[in-house]
């Protein structure tokens, strides 16, 4: 079974700009979570996205936003990027309702603000 | 507001000896916790759970111990291999994750095992 996949793996941006970050869940995981990892802060929730529809959400600004599509992909979008939101992206995705106890993580998107 | 503090940033241990991690948190509304292991340039990988109602979980060389009244929890990593050598995070959850519970992290251990 094929796991998270996030594209792109790496991205450069310059302040201002905006950026759009994908990624494919585990078949058949129908929640899909996203964490921003920095070295000082740790890895900190963004939301987290079922059946198209945001279920949570973290304590980050309006800039930071998301949405899952009908085959729970899903797509995360930063606008108007700082310097400070040069991180690694995270999705995880997890089965609802059964399956292991746990989220699965892909191996990131690695965004550099210049 | 950090519900999930692991105080060590690092650890070193020699090969075949007892890797102790430890993890703390503030929120008792916390049911579940789970430990990640995490390698440069990679995404976290699920190591082991527990959840409250129990105080130990075992599998294989990995044993997590939690203590509920003091809000604290251990992962025992014995013996620990050089190939053990990562960042262990430590995350905790108010409801089950596969029932849409959000995973709190700690700030991660970064672990070394020296042959």
């Known amino acids: 079974k094929a796991g998270v996949t996030q594209t792109p793996r790496y991205l450069i941006k310059t302040r201002g700009q905006q950026v759009t970050l994908s990624c494919s869940p585990i078949s058949g995981h129908r929640s899909v979570s996203w964490y921003q990892q920095t070295p000082g802060q740790g890895l900190q929730f963004l939301f987290e996205?079922?059946?198209?529809?945001?279920?949570n959400k973290g304590n980050f600004p309006g800039r930071f936003s998301g949405r899952q599509f009908s085959n729970s992909r899903s797509e995360m979008n930063v606008s108007t990027l700082e310097l400070g939101d040069s991180a690694l992206y995270l999705c995880?995705?997890?089965?609802?309702?059964?399956?292991?106890?746990?989220?699965?993580f892909g191996p990131g998107t690695r965004l550099t603000v210049l | 507001d950090q519900q999930v503090k692991q105080n060590s940033p690092s650890l070193s241990v020699q090969e075949g000896r007892i890797s102790i991690l430890n993890c703390d948190y503030t929120?008792?509304?916390?049911?579940?916790f789970l430990w990640y292991k995490k390698y440069p340039a990679e995404g976290p990988t699920f190591l082991i759970s527990i959840s409250s109602i129990k105080d130990k979980n075992e599998d294989g060389r990995f044993t997590v111990f939690l203590n509920k009244s003091a809000k604290h929890l251990s992962l025992h990593i014995v013996p620990s291999q050089p190939g053990d050598s990562a960042v262990y995070f430590c995350a905790a959850s108010a409801r089950r994750v596969n029932q849409g519970g959000k995973l709190i992290f700690g700030q991660g251990t970064e672990l070394s095992v020296k042959p």
């Open positions: 996205y079922f059946s198209e529809t945001q279920r």
């Open positions: 929120n008792s509304m916390f049911d579940y």
């Open positions: 995880a995705s997890s089965k609802y309702g059964g399956g292991t106890d746990t989220q699965y």
